[in-house]
């Protein structure tokens, strides 16, 4: 094969290379890069923090794999960081008056509620999901604080502690494994079952889906129940990494999981999905905050540059 030849081919292969649904990949090894870098003395490529970059994104990171599937069928929910609070306190309550088994069962539930109502409020009666899910996280902020009256409930069981991120598998933290468990099915659904692909489908053009059989609205309710389970998971793994419970567990995380998942790929106009690009979504922004941190940058610097990411998100969001 000739110079010449190569070079076309290579040229082709550019051409053909999506920059916006893979920017993520290229801004994550640019920016590690430049805090390796610059902040070398400050310990950022040390392996304790890279794994602390880990667990302090863990939650998000497992928030997004739902919220990829709210966005790719060209819905959004709001309530998914105020979910993940109101789980937390509702487990360690329980957890504290009737056993490990009881708090996660009624953890687990507290999330399929706020997403069954969502759901159906946003597939049956066609309310816009911003209204609805902007809605439940008051309603649901305002549970957790009322029935804690804004105190923290302390979590003994240890058992709870050790399977919701509190302990580590050897090297490896507890909450690295549930978010390669979770990134690992969301992908594998999400890209190679029918359902994924209806989901999709949906958010690609509701008419159309629906006229060639998919049950548009199952799968706008199946979108939001997953993301109230999934954010009542997130939860119980906030109080098992902190042995509590609090309302604050959460607020304020629906911004940057929805940054991570548009900053990952996934269409805000609905149609496509990127799993793993929120998973690195997710990383993007914790290794932004990590290296602002190391850098002396206080919080209200971190939540400037955050909203920038979440603009730059926007804008590199396209419809097909």
Do not use: C
């Amino acid at each position: 094969m000739s110079t010449k030849t190569k070079t076309g081919l290579a040229l082709n292969r550019l051409k053909r290379f999506e920059w916006q649904q893979n920017i993520i990949y290229i801004g994550f090894a640019a920016v590690f890069i430049l805090f390796a870098v610059l902040l070398a003395d400050s310990g950022f490529t040390s392996p304790n923090n890279l794994l602390n970059i880990f667990r302090q994104t863990a939650t998000i990171s497992i928030m997004a794999m739902a919220m990829t599937y709210v966005i790719a069928a060209a819905e959004i929910d709001l309530s998914i960081g105020s979910v993940a609070g109101l789980a937390a306190v509702v487990s360690a309550m329980t957890i504290d008056s009737f056993g490990l088994i009881p708090g996660i069962a009624a953890g687990l539930a507290v999330g399929a509620i706020a997403g069954a109502i969502s759901g159906g409020l946003v597939a049956w009666l066609k309310v816009p999901s911003f209204l609805v899910t902007l809605g439940m996280l008051g309603l649901v902020v305002g549970v957790a604080r009322w029935i804690t009256e804004s105190a923290p409930i302390p979590i003994a069981d240890q058992t709870f502690i050790a399977i919701f991120g509190g302990a580590d598998l050897g090297p490896i933290p507890g909450l690295l494994i549930w978010v390669a468990a979770a990134v690992s099915i969301g992908a594998i659904v999400m890209n190679k079952t029918k359902f994924g692909r209806h989901v999709r489908a949906t958010g690609g053009n509701l008419v159309a889906a629906g006229y060639t059989g998919v049950k548009t609205a199952r799968i706008k309710f199946m979108v939001l129940l997953l993301s109230g389970v999934v954010a009542s998971l997130a939860g119980m793994l906030y109080a098992g990494r902190l042995q509590s419970g609090r309302f604050q567990w959460g607020t304020g995380d629906e911004l940057s999981v929805i940054a991570a998942v548009i900053l990952g790929g996934t269409s805000l106009f609905g149609g496509r999905g990127q799993v793993v690009g929120s998973l690195f979504g997710a990383l993007f922004i914790g290794l932004i905050n990590n290296g602002l941190i190391l850098a002396g940058l206080d919080v209200s610097q971190q939540q400037v540059v955050r909203g920038a990411i979440i603009i730059l998100a926007v804008a590199l969001s396209r419809k097909k």
